[in-house]
C-alpha cells in the first residue's frame, strides 16, 4: 500500500526557533504535498512539488519554506517559528491532480 | 479564484438516518471533484471522486453526483452508521490539475 511517512510526529518549539519537518513517501509518486489543518479552516496547501531540486507556492507560503531534494523526500521549514503556526501538519503524495492524493499521519506542531 | 464551499460545520444525527453533506466549488479548471474522510486522530483518505457531469458515484455506501450546472458535488448516504462519524472533506483539482484545494470540512456524529 502507497505510504507516507512524517517524522517527528508531534513537536514543541519555541517563539522564533528554526523547524524542520520531514517526509518520505515511497509511492514513486512525483507530487508531493504539505498542507496545514486548522479546525474552521479545513486543510490549505502550503507548498508541492512535482519534480526534485524544485517546489512550487500554495496558498499560505508565508513563514515557510520546502525543499525537495529527491522524489522520495519533501521537507518543510519554519525559520522563525510564531505562535501562528501552531497546527497540525500533512504531508501527502500523489501522481498528479487528478489522482488520490495520500496523506501520512500528520504532525502537530505546537509553537510556545 | 478556485474555492470549495462547505456550508455545514457540524452534522449531528441519530443511527440509521439519511445524510446529506452540501459540497459547491469553484473552479478555473475543468472540474475534478473528491470527497476525502477523516477520522479521529487519523490521516485523510478518499471516499469518492468524479469528473463525470450527472453521472453518480459510489463507494462503501456513500454516493455523489457532480452536476456542472450547478457546480455541485454533494455527499450523500441512505442510512448512517457510528462508524460515519468523521470529518469529511470535498475538494476540487486546481493549480492546472496539479493539487488539491480543500473545504472546511464537515463534521459528522452519529449517535446511538
Known amino acids: 500500500e502507497a505510504a507516507v511517512t512524517q517524522s517527528p510526529r508531534s513537536k514543541v518549539a519555541v517563539t522564533g526557533g528554526k523547524v524542520t519537518l520531514s517526509c518520505h513517501q515511497t509511492?514513486?509518486?512525483?507530487?508531493m504535498y504539505w498542507y496545514r489543518q486548522d479546525t474552521g479552516h479545513g486543510l490549505r496547501l502550503i507548498h508541492y512539488s512535482y519534480v526534485a531540486d524544485s517546489t512550487e507556492k500554495g496558498d499560505i507560503p508565508d513563514g515557510y519554506k520546502a525543499s525537495r531534494p529527491s522524489q522520495e523526500n519533501f521537507s518543510l521549514i519554519l525559520e522563525l517559528a510564531s505562535l501562528s503556526q501552531t497546527a497540525v501538519y500533512f504531508c501527502?503524495?500523489?501522481?498528479?491532480?487528478?489522482?488520490?492524493?495520500?496523506f501520512g499521519k500528520g504532525t502537530r506542531l505546537t509553537v510556545v | 479564484g478556485d474555492s470549495v464551499t462547505q456550508t455545514e460545520g457540524l452534522v449531528t444525527l441519530t443511527k440509521g438516518l439519511p445524510v446529506m453533506l452540501n459540497c459547491t466549488y469553484q473552479?478555473?479548471?475543468?472540474?475534478?471533484l473528491f470527497w476525502y474522510v477523516q477520522h479521529l486522530n487519523e490521516a485523510p483518505k478518499l471516499l469518492l471522486k468524479?469528473?463525470?457531469?450527472?453521472k453518480r458515484t459510489e463507494h462503501q455506501g456513500f454516493y455523489a453526483t457532480l452536476h456542472k450546472s450547478s457546480s455541485s458535488f454533494h455527499l450523500q448516504k441512505s442510512s448512517v452508521q457510528l462508524s460515519d462519524s468523521a470529518l469529511y472533506f470535498c475538494a476540487s483539482a486546481y493549480q492546472g490539475g496539479r493539487a488539491l484545494i480543500f473545504g472546511t470540512g464537515t463534521t459528522v456524529s452519529v449517535s446511538p
Open positions: 473552479t478555473t479548471y475543468s472540474p475534478f
Open positions: 501527502a503524495s500523489s501522481d498528479g491532480g487528478q489522482g488520490e492524493v495520500f
Open positions: 509511492n514513486n509518486h512525483d507530487y
Open positions: 468524479s469528473s463525470t457531469d450527472n
